[in-house]
Nanobody, 119 residues
Framework: QVQLVESGGGLVQPGGSLRLSCAAS????????MSWHRQPPGKERELVAR????????DYADAVKGRFTISRDNTKSTVFLQMSDLKPEDTAVYFC????????????WGQGTQVTVSS
């Protein structure tokens, strides 16, 4: 059974930091590119950051460059999103995504974790 379980969300003040984790199971994790997406209230889901299957390539949305860092630990089947200097506009539900290296039609989504940036 495939599972992606996000954790680490919560309420944080502007300028603060959070670290999101996504624990994967039920599929061969090193063969999947991993990404974080977010859906702000009333808006569409958007890509935040992506990391290649072995971790050598990372891409970020312009809005988070220099503030967020994506990483992965293939020995623990976990992907992370370190978020710093958080802004109110970062408020969203954050989702973890896994995309199969050999067929991008095969992908999985987590249930999401809420991040709220507010004073």
């Amino acid at each position: 059974q495939v599972q992606l379980v996000e954790s680490g969300g919560g309420l944080v003040q502007p300028g603060g930091s959070l670290r999101l984790s996504c624990a994967a199971s039920g599929f061969d994790f090193p063969w999947y590119a991993m990404s974080w997406h977010r859906q702000p209230p009333g808006k569409e889901r958007e890509l935040v950051a992506r990391i290649s299957s072995r971790g050598g390539n990372r891409d970020y949305a312009d809005a988070v460059k220099g503030r967020f860092t994506i990483s992965r630990d293939n020995t623990k089947s976990t992907v992370f999103l370190q978020m710093s200097d958080l802004k109110p506009e970062d408020t969203a539900v954050y989702f973890c995504n896994a995309e199969y290296l050999l067929d991008n039609n095969i992908e999985y989504w987590g249930q999401g974790t809420q991040v709220t940036v507010s004073s």
